[in-house]
């Protein structure tokens, strides 16, 4: 029996498939829940730290909504500014003061391996909401949830990931996790911003086929599910370079029309202008119900590390 109680949530290559399916089940239990307007208090007596050292909206507001319909409270740091760090607290120092506070923390942080080694700092579950360009697990999770929703099950699919595939650390992690499933996976990008070597060996390991393409509309043809991603502009050194792969993919309404009958669009958000807005009425453009499913996926991870589920 899969069980996460007292573990960290670090890396998309941590889970077995099992514990995917514990987290889905128990996300489908509690958005359930929600839905037939159930007061939940399994966090009840519980505190969350949220921890943000980097910008968010979705992220940190769904884990915060998760905590607050579980029964939970939370504290919060958003504004990096305003916290010790400014005055060059290290993050090992931060994290053991908030395990006096708090029960579970939930990190972002603009560094690689951040959350590994707030991790090391303490006891409590961390919760890793993006480190850098490193990974983003808790966002595959909400992915693959999406998908399953959308589409019935992710086994089978062909899945496209599009756009910054070098920085972007929400499609390092789904690439990652996606290998527990039996799915083909497109990787579209421009030449300079390819998924790292690294991560496309591994997948190849795992014995999922993969191809990588510059062409967006070869891309959209042959795929089920196209999860589009924003050029993460804050990771280049060359502001020029930005500017030069700014454009790369734009996906329109008529671009559309070429793309796979019944095609599910996904992007983690925020978009900047890589899914121009007339694609919203597209029944397929599933980018906002993505966001809304990050609530009880978060409410599952909260539970299950906490042993409240
Ligand atoms: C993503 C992130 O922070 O990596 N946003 C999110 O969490 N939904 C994607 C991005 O910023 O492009």
Not at 40 to 46: A, D, I, S
Not at 109 to 137: S, V, Y
Not at 253 to 282: C, F, Q, W
Request: net charge negative; aromatic share 6%.
């Amino acid at each position: 029996m899969a069980n996460l109680k007292g573990k960290d949530i670090l890396r998309a290559d941590q889970f077995t498939r099992d514990e995917v399916t514990l987290i889905m089940e128990t996300a489908r239990r509690f958005e359930d829940a929600l839905r037939e307007g159930q007061m939940l208090n399994n966090m009840q007596g519980l505190v969350l730290a949220t921890l943000f050292f980097e910008p968010s909206t979705r992220t940190r507001l769904s884990f915060e909504t998760a905590m607050l319909r579980l029964g939970g409270q939370v504290i919060t740091v958003a504004e990096p500014k305003s916290s010790s760090a400014a005055k060059g607290e290290s993050l090992h120092d931060t994290i053991k003061t908030v395990e006096g506070y708090a029960d579970v923390i939930v990190l972002r942080h603009p560094k690689i391996g951040a959350a590994e080694e707030a991790a090391e700092a303490t006891e409590r579950p961390i919760i890793n909401a993006g480190d850098g360009a490193g990974q983003h697990p808790t966002q595959s999770l909400l992915d693959v949830y999406t998908i399953l929703k959308e589409k019935g099950t992710v086994d089978g699919l062909t899945i496209a990931l599009a756009g910054d595939l070098k920085y972007g650390r929400t499609v390092h992690s789904l690439a990652e996790l996606l290998t527990l499933y039996d799915v083909r996976l497109v990787l579209v990008s421009p030449e300079a911003l390819r998924m790292p070597g690294e991560i496309v060996a591994r997948l190849k390991e795992k014995g999922i086929p993969v191809e990588e393409t510059e062409d967006l509309e070869a891309g959209l043809k042959k795929s089920d599910v196209l999860y589009m991603t924003r050029i993460q502009r804050e990771r280049f050194d060359d502001p020029a370079e930005y500017e030069r792969l700014k454009g790369a993919y734009v996906l329109t309404r008529s671009l559309l029309d070429e793309a796979k009958e019944g095609i599910t669009i996904m992007h983690p958000l925020p978009r900047v202008n890589e899914i121009a807005t007339d694609v919203d009425a597209y029944e397929g453009a599933a980018y906002f119900r993505q966001a809304a499913n990050g609530v009880p996926v978060r409410m599952a991870l909260l539970a299950l590390v906490t042993g409240r589920a």
